[in-house]
């Protein structure tokens, strides 16, 4: 028994000797390998290998925007830099591909970012690349210019209004909203207020001007007949305007043409969208911008699938004066 005993430990200090030995010539020619490598290469891996963590990052944890237009004032400014939440909502497996699952959904009064509807794209590869390029670059640099070198709005980023089963009305620069079962309509101001969300929602003019811009709608739709303005309407007192609110307009000319010329049903049905507003489908939102007189949103391309959203407006890293969350 001693000598089975003997023979046994002989064999596990023999094992451990020659496990130990490997190690440590494995080790030793690392080291020599390492000692060979060319200064530029090692500079190389450390690059190659810091891009894929910024690409990581930015494709499934946390993205850099940067605001470009007034659509968001006061919540956000021209040149504000933001980081968004990419896996609140689930992450695209590659970029512009195969969404992955998330128990979330966007809900009423996030500001989320989404791929603009209204673009048309270059193709697959060049979206791939721009995407690329503004991630690794923290959306310094944007590849997709139009002819006057100023970017395509590649992205846009507002506020969630309305949700599936929502119906959306805006009459003079308020939006009301009636909600799944409701039977009446919620302001959307008032509503706001309830909530305490303390965002702030630009009026697009004052209730004066909302007078003025539909008396100017209605002596339009008299001068597209070819027919004489009414004397109320030629001696309106127009003003300046600077972002009118070209619904407002359209609403009124539309109202005078319907009048007028009954039997064209073309003239009812536009109306319509104009005194009906916009039904949310399920698996849709109503995304606004809080500047509502100088924003490009759901009022103009109708309610965004869920699947397009791209995540969450999470908080402003730069200017370092605005540094904070995103509310």
Not at 27 to 52: F, G, H, S, T, Y
Not at 148 to 155: L, N
Request: glycine letters at 8%; aromatic letters at 10%; a positive charge.
């Amino acid at each position: 028994m001693a000598k089975k005993q003997q023979d046994f430990f002989d064999r596990l200090q023999t094992m451990t000797e020659s496990f130990l030995t490997r190690r440590r010539r494995a080790r030793r020619i690392r080291k020599e390998k390492q000692k060979l490598k060319n200064p530029v290469r090692d500079w190389l891996e450390a690059l190659v290998w810091a891009i894929c963590m910024v690409l990581i990052a930015n494709q499934y944890f946390l993205q850099a925007y940067v605001i470009p237009s007034g659509s968001m004032i006061d919540t956000l400014e021209i040149g504000d830099r933001i980081f968004v939440n990419k896996l609140v909502y689930g992450p695209e497996l590659l970029p512009g591909f195969v969404k992955l699952p998330s128990p979330f959904r966007p809900r009423r009064n996030d500001i989320v970012i989404f791929e603009n509807p209204s673009r048309i794209s270059r193709g697959t590869a060049f979206d791939v690349a721009q995407r690329v390029i503004y991630m690794l670059t923290l959306s310094f640099v944007d590849i997709d210019r139009d002819e006057h070198g100023q970017p395509r709005v590649h992205f846009l980023i507002k506020r969630t209004i309305g949700t599936g089963g929502d119906r959306i009305v805006t009459d003079r620069g308020e939006v009301r909203i009636r909600f799944p079962g409701d039977d009446r309509w919620t302001c959307e101001r008032e509503f706001a207020a309830q909530r305490g969300w303390g965002h702030s929602t630009g009026r697009p003019m004052e209730p004066e001007q909302y007078r003025l811009l539909e008396m100017e709608g209605r002596a339009a739709a008299w001068r597209g007949l070819r027919m004489a303005v009414p004397e109320n309407l030629s001696n309106a007192p127009m003003v300046a305007i600077r972002y009118p609110d070209h619904r407002t307009f359209e609403r009124a000319r539309l109202e005078t043409l319907r009048s007028a010329l009954p039997h064209d049903r073309r003239y009812a049905r536009l109306h319509a969208l104009h005194t009906l507003g916009w039904y949310v489908p399920e698996g849709r939102i109503f995304p606004l911008g809080d500047n509502r007189g100088n924003s490009h949103d759901a009022r103009d391309f109708g309610p965004v699938l869920v699947s397009k959203v791209l995540g969450r407006g999470a908080v402003i890293y730069w200017p370092i004066r605005r540094i904070g969350l995103l509310r």
